[in-house]
């Protein structure tokens, strides 16, 4: 789902936090907001499971290469398209 439907988004960068960052997920989802999850090049899986287990409920960007949790946030930000982040 886009999160243009939204007023808020939360960006959460990930990096081989597989299943950890569902706690996060779940969290924003279950509040109402959306959920930007930059996966910053996950060498276990991440993106692949993310995708299985949220579909669109999410927007997942994903970063060729793992460019460190700023380079992710900032990716994220540029992605959200709710009121606030």
Known sequence: MSDSAFSVAYVIPTYNRWPR???AIDSVLAAGAAAVV???????GTAERLVAAYGPR???VRQP???EKSA???AGLA??????V
């Open 21 to 23: 960052v569902c706690g």
């Open 38 to 44: 930059v996966d910053d090049a996950s060498t276990d």
């Open 58 to 60: 999410l927007t997942l």
């Open 65 to 67: 290469q793992n460019r």
């Open 72 to 74: 992710a946030r900032n």
């Open 79 to 84: 992605a959200a398209t709710a009121e606030f």
